[in-house]
């Protein structure tokens, strides 16, 4: 037996493109970190002529750990919206 509310294509479109957004806010600053500090660091061996590979690894990591641990307030505040979202929508069987 099947209930009469159903999910059209653009409801499951938009609950798909919020998704990639709230992928995109939760790791997005961590990412954006590692690739600032990787061209810095590039830029310094470059200037020096230093090719060590830890000296790009370690520094990159650490900073992104630092980096996650400040917004992990943040990130949890956006996941936590969201999830509230898709839950509401299961709970009322489709979008209203």
């Known amino acids: ?3 009469g ?3 059209g294509g653009a409801e ?3 609950i798909a493109r919020e998704g990639f957004w709230v992928t995109l806010m939760v790791a997005g600053p961590a ?3 590692g690739l ?3 061209l810095a660091i590039a830029l310094i061996q470059a200037l020096t002529q230093v090719q060590e590979m830890t000296l790009v ?3 990159r990591i650490v900073i992104m750990f630092v980096v996650i641990a400040i917004s992990l307030p943040f990130m ?3 996941l936590g919206r969201y999830t509230e979202k898709l839950f509401s ?3 009322s069987g489709g979008f209203s």
Do not use: E, Q, S, W
Request: charged letters at 10%.
């Open 1 to 3: 037996m099947t209930r």
């Open 5 to 7: 509310i159903t999910m």
């Open 12 to 14: 499951l479109l938009d």
């Open 31 to 33: 990412l954006i970190a």
């Open 36 to 38: 600032l500090v990787g």
């Open 57 to 59: 690894f370690v520094p």
């Open 76 to 78: 949890g505040a956006v």
């Open 89 to 91: 929508l299961i709970a």
